[in-house]
T-cell receptor
Framework: DADVTQTPRNRITKTGKRIMLECSQT?????MYWYRQDPGLGLRLIYY???????NKGEISDGYSVSRQAQAKFSLSLESAIPNQTALYFC????????????FGPGTRLLVL | DQQVKQNSPSLSVQEGRISILNCDYT??????FLWYKKYPAEGPTFLIS?????DKNEDGRFTVFLNKSAKHLSLHIVPSQPGDSAVYFC???????????FGAGTTVTVRA
């Protein structure tokens, strides 16, 4: 079984709709992250959480919100989706101790029409 | 302002030859560097890393070199195999916050 899972894997939605992307992990890691990938731009950090009570904005947080429901669960919401939020979204985790190597989920492909 | 740059979007190499991927960074606080490999429809997977206290790290066919004075690192794959065809991302972090900054990626194609 995968250590980091994301649901849904693919989603098509319309402009203005609210959607939630979910991430679960069985690695026991404290830290969780949400990234988006766009062609030619690599992965950019949206939000990150170092524990259940800690939520931090990344470099591109506008238009997004997150919820850390438990150590193992971290959700990303688009309150009112817009077409330029069409992208690949990845969740990642890392251990509080150690080097900070991050481990990624399989991604969610989102299309906003 | 992108702090990690991979200036070659693509690389084509013959099977059995060496693949060399390059990465430059601008933030002098970065002290940990990683390479990730990504296949289509999958998430990035950790490949190899290096701490700033070293200048070389090897793991099988993969070697990462770090030149701190030039703020440059490279990934060598020897010999290249068809299964190495993927997108490779360079990433860097500072030990004070552990957030990763990623390059734009290099698509490697290994020709038979």
């Amino acid at each position: 079984d995968a250590d980091v899972t994301q649901t849904p894997r693919n989603r098509i939605t319309k402009t203005g709709k609210r959607i939630m992307l979910e991430c679960s992990q069985t690695k026991g890691h404290d830290r969780m992250y949400w990234y988006r990938q766009d062609p030619g731009l690599g992965l950019r950090l949206i939000y990150y959480s170092f524990d259940v009570k800690d939520i931090n904005k990344g470099e591109i947080s506008d238009g997004y919100s997150v919820s850390r429901q438990a150590q193992a669960k971290f959700s990303l919401s688009l309150e009112s989706a817009i077409p330029n939020q069409t992208a690949l979204y990845f969740c990642a985790t890392s251990d509080l101790k150690g080097t900070g190597t991050q481990y990624f989920g399989p991604g969610t492909r989102l299309l906003v029409l | 302002d992108q702090q990690v740059k991979q200036n070659s979007p693509s690389l084509s190499v013959q099977e059995g030859r060496i693949s060399i991927l390059n990465c430059d960074y601008t933030n002098s606080m970065f002290d940990y560097f990683l390479w990730y490999k990504k296949y289509p429809a999958e998430g990035p997977t950790f490949l190899i890393s290096i701490s700033s206290i070293k200048d070389k790290n090897e793991d099988g066919r993969f070697t990462v070199f770090l030149n701190k004075s030039a703020k440059h690192l490279s990934l060598h794959i020897v010999p290249s195999q068809p299964g190495d065809s993927a997108v490779y991302f360079c990433a860097a972090s500072a030990s004070n916050d552990y957030k990763l900054s990623f390059g734009a990626g290099t698509t490697v194609t290994v020709r038979a």
